[in-house]
């Protein structure tokens, strides 16, 4: 497992991932839905990491941190004003 920091140079990375593949709109509902999931959908995702791989992991940890979940849908939220 990864460890459970998360940098603000990391949430803006993956904010502006999704905002290049036109996926802002998407992904801000989602994470809405995803919030309601929190810890119980951050340990969904830390058991397919086996099979995934360590990419979801910033956001298993986003989904622990509630904190965090609300700063990266933010940073989503500010690149799609900009």
């Not at 801000?28 to 839905?33: E, G, M, R």
């Not at 910033?58 to 900009?82: D, I």
């Amino acid at each position: 497992m990864q460890s459970k920091s998360l940098s603000t140079a990391d949430m803006v990375k993956w904010a502006a991932a999704i905002e290049r593949r036109g996926l802002t709109d998407l992904a801000l509902p989602l994470l809405d839905v995803l919030q309601v999931w929190g810890f119980v959908g951050a340990q969904g995702l830390w058991m397919l990491a086996p099979f995934l791989g360590q990419r979801l992991a910033p956001l298993a940890t986003m989904l622990e941190q509630p904190e965090l979940l609300q700063q990266f849908r933010q940073h989503l939220a500010e690149g799609v004003t900009q």
